[in-house]
């Protein structure tokens, strides 16, 4: 059984900036398109960002295009969510989730065939 494993979360202030990481147990990221979502309390898991592992290409919700990237690196097996210039509303737990082929939606949670436990992110002013 595969395990997606995240870490990263905190408490930060408006503006600062942390990076997410997300690794396997259990199996190499290889063929897959690996995504983060988060939910609010209260609010539905919303798609955050997703990229394609074996050509690198990202996509990503509009509400953080420019200050979130999402990246990977093959040498550690770990795909990472750089989030800069955080904002109050982006205090969520943040989840990774991976599937072992092209999703039909990158937006869609239920595409995704493995997640992690998630990690809270804290924005306060």
């Known amino acids: 059984q595969v395990r997606l494993v995240e870490s990263g979360g905190g408490l930060v202030q408006a503006g600062d900036s942390l990076r997410l990481s997300c690794a396997p147990v259990?199996?190499?990221?290889?063929?897959?398109?690996v995504a983060w979502f988060r939910q609010a309390p209260g609010k539905e898991r919303k798609f955050v960002a997703g990229i394609d592992w074996s050509s690198g290409n990202a996509f990503y919700d509009d509400f953080v295009k420019g200050r979130f990237t999402i990246s990977r690196e093959g040498t550690k097996n770990a795909v990472y969510l750089q989030m800069n210039n955080l904002k109050i509303e982006d205090t969520a737990v943040y989840y990774c989730?991976?599937?072992?082929?092209?999703?039909?939606?990158?937006?869609?949670?239920?595409?995704?065939?493995?997640w992690g436990q998630g990690t809270q992110v804290t924005v306060s002013s």
């Open positions: 989730a991976a599937k072992g082929s092209y999703p039909r939606a990158w937006d869609l949670p239920h595409e995704y065939d493995y």
């Open positions: 259990g199996r190499a990221f290889g063929l897959d398109s």
